[in-house]
């Protein structure tokens, strides 16, 4: 059953952490879609780095491929949107988002 939909899921997003610093990599969430768009995809991104952020881990990048959806949520990182390299503060729990 797709997250967002009463129909199967034809595609799942898996999200992942590695430490830099030594080998530990695991899967944090694994979210079956039917169907998502850049806003969505972009909330469930930042929920994911911000409950990670609570329990005790430091998120300091994020991957994505060019696909257009992962383009557009990451673009909303920026404020205002942009396609563009995006870092973003440690206060993006609490709305603040910079980019450079």
């Known amino acids: 059953m797709a997250y967002n ?3 199967a899921a034809t595609s799942a997003y898996v999200f992942m952490i590695q430490s830099l610093l030594s080998p530990f990599k695991e899967v944090v ?12 995809y972009f909330a469930v991104v930042k929920k994911t780095i911000v409950e990670l952020d609570g329990i005790g881990f430091k998120v300091i990048g994020v991957v994505s ?3 257009s959806i992962n383009r557009k949520a990451m673009s909303n990182f920026s404020v205002p949107p942009k396609l563009s390299i995006v870092h ?3 206060k993006i729990k609490d709305e603040t988002v910079f980019s450079i």
């Open 5 to 7: 939909s009463e129909q």
């Open 29 to 40: 969430h694994i979210m079956p879609v039917k169907k998502i768009d850049g806003e969505k």
């Open 65 to 67: 491929d060019n696909n």
């Open 88 to 90: 973003w503060c440690a």
